[in-house]
């Protein structure tokens, strides 16, 4: 069993930046491809972005490449989302998940999910 908690959400300008964290509390945090999704209100949940079990493959969703950035830290159990020149569109609750397929966009092949982070951006 895989407990994400998610933290690094809140209140920014569009314009603005915010850093996501995802701590996972497992000693196989390596073991395990890592995603980030957002669902916002009468939305269903989308993909944002994927890293390999090692970081070395990075996935995103049209919508954000370019402005956003995931890495993770296998030494300290946690993956991140860089969110830069953030759009009132971003809004969302943001979820990251621990998976089994590297890069997989689908919610679906994610195991084990956080309980969220708010991020809401004004204009």
């Known amino acids: 069993q895989v407990q994400l908690v998610e933290s690094g959400g809140g209140l920014v300008q569009a314009g603005g930046s915010l850093r996501l964290s995802c701590a996972a509390s497992?000693?196989?945090?390596?073991?395990?491809?890592m995603g980030w999704f957002r669902q916002a209100p009468g939305k269903e949940r989308e993909f944002v972005a994927a890293i390999s079990r090692f970081g070395s493959s990075t996935y995103y969703a049209d919508s954000v490449k370019g402005r956003f950035t995931i890495s993770r830290s296998n030494a300290k159990n946690t993956v991140y989302l860089q969110m830069n020149t953030l759009k009132p569109e971003d809004a969302a609750l943001y979820y990251c998940?621990?998976?089994?397929?590297?890069?997989?966009?689908?919610?679906?092949?994610?195991?084990?999910w956080g309980q969220g982070t708010q991020v809401t951006v004004s204009s």
């Open positions: 497992t000693s196989t945090f390596s073991m395990y491809p």
């Open positions: 998940a621990a998976g089994r397929k590297t890069g997989s966009a689908t919610s679906a092949e994610y195991d084990y």
